[in-house]
């Protein structure tokens, strides 16, 4: 079982910037961030392939980048000119398996305990 810990969320005012952090205990094939708002459902925000394809969801383009650093199994998502529609609680996913969907929930087995993310107008 992969255990995957998560850091970095916090408080900004909207146009900032926040970076959070995944660490993942073991090897994984495709890793990526959901993000849950209140009342909301889970939905995908950015992922990481396999082949090293990034996938990003439609509401974060041009303002998200997803990174992984495969020697120290961490995942990264550096977001910029943040928006308050942006306010979530914050996941970090993945899956030791080479599956493709990663933006889908049902592709991920392995969860963290997540990290709230909150942007101030």
């Known amino acids: 079982e992969v255990q995957l810990v998560e850091s970095g969320g916090g408080s900004v005012q909207a146009g900032g910037s926040l970076k959070l952090s995944c660490v993942a205990s073991g090897p994984t094939a495709i890793m990526g961030w959901f993000r849950q708002a209140l009342g909301k459902e889970r939905e995908g925000v950015a992922g990481i392939r396999p082949d090293g394809a990034k996938e990003y969801a439609e509401s974060v383009k041009g303002r998200f980048t997803i990174s992984k650093d495969n020697t120290m199994n961490t995942l990264s998502l550096q977001m910029n000119s943040l928006k308050p529609e942006d306010t979530a609680v914050y996941y970090c996913?993945?899956?030791?398996?080479?599956?493709?969907?990663?933006?889908?929930?049902?592709?991920?087995?392995?969860w963290g305990q997540g990290i709230q993310v909150t942007v101030s107008s």
């Open positions: 996913a993945a899956d030791s398996r080479p599956w493709y969907g990663a933006l889908l929930r049902q592709t991920y087995t392995y």
